[in-house]
């Protein structure tokens, strides 16, 4: 048994649909679960009109083109529209009440968000259906995945006995929404951006199959970004730690939970690309060769906030005063890096508590000053044993150095096989390059 996760990029438009459906057909003797994301594109378009609705402006327009392109997708497949008729209606009514009310909460925002899984998995389940694959599609809070509260909180431990009591004995393909989960009373909630693969692990580590297969559109996992290294080298293998250290600090390929299920069962985990099925891809497994280094993974527009103060010479407590204000407006942090008097820690402009981030620099300026660094990009590199290898600090400040870049902040050890590093964000690109040929390709 193995599951198979389709993400955006591998449902775009009917063409998306059949390649998707001709994928999973070659599966069928390894009895495959299929988890299914939003379309390309949808699930942005979903919070957008949320927010709009929320602000007062008509949704009516907008909401009546994204249901049309999904009747284009549907015209095209050479299927009737009837199965999300009802579906749609409900899109329509959320969004209405969202504009009445001029509010949006939490629980509306996961409800809202939650429409393009819904319409992309029953897309699929009836074109398989049409082509004699009998199917049947599961919302992912029908299959059991419970979450403690709303949006983005943690699994609760009968999830996984949930979903083996509902999967074990069904007969026809399972196609079921990632991303979507319910919480204890029962409402729609969501695991998060991204969180279609840490539904493919759920359900993997539940049924404990032999591999996860995250369908998307790049090859497998490579040495470095191939929009900015064309010659970035694919890897066949690497671990589950680099990986999800690799995912934590930018690398888009996987979501930065989807692993924790995976690990605990020690199941496979194989990245794959629709649009050349014959690559192999890259498998993530528990060992691999002992190699220094694996990628360089990055984060663009991230902020460092600099915090200085003679108060915190010697001082007990400081540290904990500073972390308690950051928890207090959920503000998550990355990298800290911290000297006699002085703190900086790194902040990801897209995590859910930058928002609040005026509302924290109004408390910590009562203890220090503050300084805040935008427009800059962290840089990290992930490999076996990396922090304990001899003189990888000296070359990567050499390559900063021959290209004219001043690193800003530094953070090796946290971790024994990744260190990271922040540039301001023109330098990123070619910091990146220069760092993929000197240890990448210098043959050393």
Not at 349 to 370: Q, R
Request: net charge neutral; proline share 2%; with cysteine.
């Amino acid at each position: 048994m193995i599951v198979m996760k389709f993400g955006g990029t591998s449902l775009a438009g009917g063409e998306g649909i059949k390649n998707t459906a001709s994928i999973i057909k070659t599966r069928l003797d390894k009895k495959p679960i299929i988890v299914i994301s939003a379309m390309k594109g949808v699930t942005d378009k979903l919070l957008n009109l949320a927010k709009i609705s929320a602000e007062g402006v008509n949704p009516n327009e907008k909401t009546h083109s994204l249901i049309e392109e999904h009747k284009e997708t549907i015209k095209s497949l050479n299927l009737t529209e009837d199965f999300l008729t009802e579906d749609f209606v409900n899109l329509h009514d959320v969004l209405n009440g969202i504009y009445l009310l001029k509010e949006l909460s939490l629980r509306s925002l996961d409800l809202v968000s939650s429409f393009g899984e819904i319409f992309s998995s029953k897309i699929i389940s009836e074109y398989l259906n049409k082509n004699n694959i009998k199917s049947k599609q599961y919302s992912g809070g029908e299959i059991g995945i419970l979450m403690n509260n709303i949006q983005n909180s943690e699994v609760s431990e009968e999830t996984y006995e949930n979903v083996r009591n509902t999967l074990k004995g069904v007969d026809d393909l399972p196609i079921i929404t990632g991303f979507i989960a319910k919480n204890k009373e029962g409402d729609i909630t969501t695991l998060g951006r991204g969180g279609s693969d840490y539904t493919a692990s759920i359900i993997g580590a539940a049924l404990n199959v032999d591999e996860i297969e995250i369908w998307t559109d790049v090859d497998g996992i490579k040495t470095a970004d191939p929009k900015i290294v064309e010659n970035a080298k694919q890897w066949s293998k690497i671990t589950f730690n680099e990986a999800a250290e690799m995912a934590y600090f930018g690398a888009k390929i996987l979501h930065p939970k989807t692993l924790k299920p995976a690990v605990k069962k020690q199941i496979p985990v194989r990245i794959l690309n629709t649009q050349n099925i014959d690559n192999k891809g890259t498998l993530i497994v528990k060992e691999d060769e002992d190699h220094p280094f694996k990628s360089i993974s990055y984060k663009k527009n991230i902020t460092i906030v600099r915090l200085c103060s003679t108060k915190m010479l010697l001082v007990h407590g400081f540290l904990s005063k500073v972390f308690d204000i950051f928890n207090k407006y959920e503000i998550s942090i990355d990298l800290v890096s911290t000297s006699e008097i002085t703190v900086s820690m790194t902040i990801d402009n897209f995590n859910n508590g930058f928002d609040n981030l005026d509302l924290a620099i109004s408390e910590l300026e009562k203890i220090a000053k503050v300084e805040l660094l935008r427009e800059r990009d962290l840089i990290c590199i992930v490999g076996k044993g990396i922090r304990g290898k001899s003189g990888i600090l000296g070359r990567i400040f050499k390559v900063c150095k021959n290209s004219n870049t001043n690193v800003e902040m530094v953070s090796q050890g946290a971790s024994p096989i990744s260190i990271s590093f922040v540039v301001k964000q023109e330098d990123s690109n070619e910091v990146i390059k220069k760092l993929h040929q000197e240890l990448f390709e210098s043959g050393s």
